[in-house]
C-alpha cells in the first residue's frame, strides 16, 4: 500500500531553533506539494515541486522558510529560524500529474510542529 | 473574501441522517471541484471529484456542482459514525497539467450513534 511519509510526526522547539521536516513521496509520483493547516487559515499551499524543479512557491515566507527536493524519494522543508506563529500542522502530498487528466494528491500524515 | 467558503461546523447528526455539506466559490474559472475527507491527526484524503456542473454519485455520497450559483454540495445519505471527519472542499481551473488546488476551510462533521 504506497503512502506518502513523513518525519518527525511531532515537533516542539523553541523560538529561534531551525525545524527540518521530511518527506518520502509515493514511489513514481513526479510532483511534491508543501501545505500548513491551521485552525485560522485552513490549508495552505507553500510549495510546489515538479520532477524535482520548484515551480511555485508563493505561498512560503522566503525569509525564513526553504523547500528543497535532493533526490525524488526525499523532499525537504525548514525553517530558519522559526517562530510561534509557525505553529500548526505541516503536510506533504504527492501526485502524478500527466497532460491531460485532473490529478490526486495523496497526503502524508503531518507534522505537527509546536514552537514556544 | 476568500476564493472559496465553507461553513466549518461543527456539524453534529444523528446516525443515519442525510447530511448536506457546501461550499460557494468566487472564481468562474473553477472547473474542477473535490471533497476530501480528513479524520482526526490524519492528513486528508480524497473522497470524489467532478468536472465542471452536475451530479456524481458514489455509494453514499453524491457530490452536487452548481457553477451558475458558484456552489457545491456534499450529500451523505444514511450517516454512520465512521463518517466523523473534517470534510474539505478544493478546486481548480481545469486544464492538463499543474493547477493549484483552492481548499474549504473544511467543515467538522459528527455522527453520534
Known amino acids: 500500500d504506497a503512502r506518502v511519509t513523513q518525519t518527525p510526526r511531532h515537533k516542539v522547539t523553541e523560538m529561534g531553533q531551525e525545524v527540518t521536516m521530511r518527506c518520502q513521496p509515493i514511489?513514481?509520483?513526479?510532483?511534491v506539494f508543501w501545505y500548513r493547516q491551521t485552525m485560522m487559515q485552513g490549508l495552505e499551499l507553500l510549495a510546489y515541486?515538479?520532477?524535482?524543479?520548484?515551480?511555485?512557491d508563493s505561498g512560503m515566507p522566503k525569509d525564513r522558510f526553504s523547500a528543497e527536493m535532493p533526490d525524488a524519494t526525499l523532499a525537504t522543508l525548514k525553517i530558519q529560524p522559526s517562530e510561534p506563529r509557525d505553529s500548526a500542522v505541516y503536510f506533504c502530498?504527492?501526485?502524478?500529474?500527466?497532460?491531460?487528466?485532473?490529478?490526486?494528491?495523496?497526503f502524508g500524515p503531518g507534522t505537527r510542529l509546536t514552537v514556544t | 473574501q476568500k476564493e472559496v467558503e465553507q461553513d466549518p461546523g461543527p456539524l453534529s447528526v444523528p446516525e443515519g441522517a442525510i447530511v448536506s455539506l457546501n461550499c460557494t466559490y468566487s472564481?468562474?474559472?473553477?472547473?474542477?471541484f473535490m471533497w476530501y475527507r480528513q479524520y482526526s491527526r490524519k492528513g486528508p484524503e480524497l473522497l470524489m471529484y467532478?468536472?465542471?456542473?452536475g451530479n456524481k454519485e458514489d455509494g453514499r455520497f453524491t457530490a452536487q456542482v452548481d457553477k451558475s450559483s458558484k456552489y457545491i454540495s456534499l450529500f451523505i445519505r444514511d450517516s454512520q459514525p465512521s463518517d466523523s471527519a473534517t470534510y474539505l472542499c478544493?478546486?481548480?481551473?481545469?486544464?492538463?497539467?499543474?493547477?493549484?488546488?483552492?481548499f474549504g476551510a473544511g467543515t467538522r462533521l459528527a455522527v453520534h450513534p
Open positions: 502530498a504527492s501526485g502524478l500529474i500527466l497532460r491531460t487528466d485532473p490529478y490526486e494528491q495523496y
Open positions: 514511489l513514481g509520483h513526479n510532483t
Open positions: 515541486f515538479r520532477n524535482r524543479a520548484p515551480l511555485d
Open positions: 472564481n468562474s474559472a473553477f472547473q474542477y
Open positions: 467532478t468536472y465542471s456542473s
Open positions: 478544493a478546486m481548480s481551473p481545469f486544464s492538463g497539467g499543474y493547477n493549484k488546488l483552492i
